[in-house]
C-alpha cells in the first residue's frame, strides 16, 4: 500500500510539474536570439491601396547599407501589427523590410495578389536606391518570407523576379503556405511555374503539425517544383507541437504570426481581424480561456525563436555571409533544437526531411 502511494505521489508530482512548466525564452544570441545589432527601427508607409507597402529601417545605429527581405503576410493581414515582432526582429539584426499590402480590402481579386506584390516590392527598391534619406539595399543580399498565402506569393515572386526587374533571391522561406488544393476559395492563389526559381536558391518549407487551414500540402508541392534546387541546399520542415507545459506550444495556423501593437496601422477594420487572431492565439494558448487578458507580448513564443525566427535567420545568414547554415539545413541538432521547457524537458524537435 506504501509503495502504491508513492508511485502516485511521483505520478502527480509529474503531472503538477509539467503543468507549471513554462516554454523556453528567446535565447541571447544565434539565430532566433535577441543579441540585436540595432536598437530602433524606422517606419514608413507608402502609396495606397493595392499599391501600399512598408519600409522597414534599422537604426541606432543607421547602417549606410543593409541586405533586403520583402515579408509576405496572409490573407487579409494587410495590418502589419500582425507579424510586428517578427519584422522587428529581422530589421533589429540589420535589415530592411519591405511589406507589400498587395490588397486593399478583402474584395481585391487573387489574380492581382502576384502582381501587386510585385509591383510595391519594385517601387520600393526603387524608392531606397533613389531617396537620400533611406538605408541603401544591398541587392546582392535579398530574401523573401511569406506566410499562409504569403507563402504562395514567396513562391511566386521569387520565381518570376528576373523576368520581373527585381534581383536574384537568394533565400526564401514558405511558412504554412496555401491552399491551391481548395480552387473554389475566394483565397486562392495559382502557383507560377516554381522550376524558374534559380538552383542557388536556399528553400525552407515549413508546415504545422496542427495546422487545419491549409495543411501540408502547398508546402510539399513548392518543396518538390522547385525542381531546380538540389536536395542540399532546401529542406521540408514541420513545426512540432508540444503540450508538456503551460502555456502550450501549438503549431496552428496562426502560430507563425507575431504581433506587436507598435506596428498596427491604425485601420478600424483591420484592427477588428487583429484583434480575432489575438483571440484565436489566446484560445489555443491559454486553454480556451476566452477571459485572458489579450496582451500581444504573450503571443511570440518557442515556435517563432527556435522555430521560425531561427530557421530564416540562418537561413538568411547561409545566403548572405555563408554562415550559421546548420541553423537552417542539413536535418542538425541545431536546427531541429526547440529548446528546453523551464523543468529541465526539452521541447519537442522539429520534424526536417528530404522527402515529405
Known amino acids: 500500500m506504501g509503495r ?32 540585436y545589432s540595432h ?34 503576410h496572409g490573407w487579409g493581414a494587410m495590418n502589419p501589427a500582425t507579424y510586428g515582432a517578427w519584422i522587428d526582429h529581422l530589421v533589429k539584426r540589420g535589415n530592411i523590410v519591405i511589406y507589400p499590402r498587395y490588397q486593399s480590402d478583402l474584395k481585391t ?25 533611406h538605408v541603401r539595399p544591398d541587392l546582392s543580399k535579398f530574401a523573401i518570407v511569406g506566410h499562409s498565402l504569403g507563402g504562395l506569393l514567396t513562391a511566386n515572386v521569387t520565381a518570376l ?9 537568394a533565400a526564401m522561406m514558405c511558412v504554412a503556405p496555401g491552399r491551391t488544393w481548395n480552387p473554389g476559395n475566394r483565397a486562392t492563389v495559382p502557383l507560377a511555374d516554381l522550376s524558374k526559381i534559380p538552383a542557388k536558391t536556399l528553400l525552407l518549407s515549413v508546415a504545422g503539425d496542427k495546422d487545419r ?30 503540450d508538456h507545459g503551460t502555456p502550450p ?14 506596428y498596427d496601422n491604425g485601420e478600424k477594420s483591420q484592427n477588428t481581424i487583429l484583434r480575432e487572431r489575438l483571440k484565436e492565439k489566446m484560445r489555443e494558448r491559454q486553454n480556451g480561456n476566452d477571459e485572458a487578458e489579450l496582451s ?22 547561409a545566403a548572405f555571409y555563408g554562415k550559421n547554415r546548420e541553423y537552417a539545413l542539413g536535418n542538425t ?23 515529405p
Open 333 to 355: 541538432p541545431q536546427q531541429r533544437n526547440m529548446g528546453v521547457w523551464s523543468d529541465g524537458v526539452r521541447v519537442k524537435q522539429l520534424a526536417v526531411t528530404d522527402h
Open 161 to 169: 523576379a528576373q523576368e520581373n526587374g527585381l534581383p536574384q533571391v
Open 213 to 242: 487551414i491549409t495543411r501540408d500540402v502547398d508546402a510539399k508541392r513548392i518543396y518538390y517544383e522547385a525542381k531546380k534546387i538540389n536536395v542540399d541546399n532546401k529542406d521540408f520542415i514541420t513545426l512540432v507541437s508540444d
Open 4 to 35: 502504491h502511494l508513492i508511485l502516485v505521489f511521483i505520478l502527480f508530482s509529474r503531472i503538477l510539474s509539467a503543468d507549471q512548466a513554462s516554454p523556453p525564452a528567446q535565447p541571447a544570441k544565434g539565430p532566433g536570439g535577441k543579441d
Open 249 to 262: 506550444l501549438i503549431a496552428h495556423h496562426g502560430a507563425p504570426s507575431a504581433f506587436d501593437i507598435s
Open 109 to 133: 481579386p487573387v489574380k492581382d495578389f502576384t502582381p501587386n506584390a510585385i509591383d510595391a516590392i519594385r517601387n520600393a527598391i526603387e524608392r531606397l536606391q533613389t531617396e537620400p534619406e
Open 39 to 72: 536598437a530602433a527601427v524606422i517606419k514608413n508607409r507608402y502609396a495606397q491601396g493595392i499599391k501600399e507597402y512598408w519600409i522597414y529601417e534599422p537604426d541606432q545605429p543607421k547602417p549606410t547599407s543593409a541586405p533586403l527581405i520583402v515579408f509576405l
Open 296 to 317: 500581444p507580448e504573450h503571443l511570440v513564443n518557442a515556435l517563432d525563436f527556435y522555430g521560425t525566427w531561427k530557421l530564416f535567420d540562418g537561413l538568411c545568414d
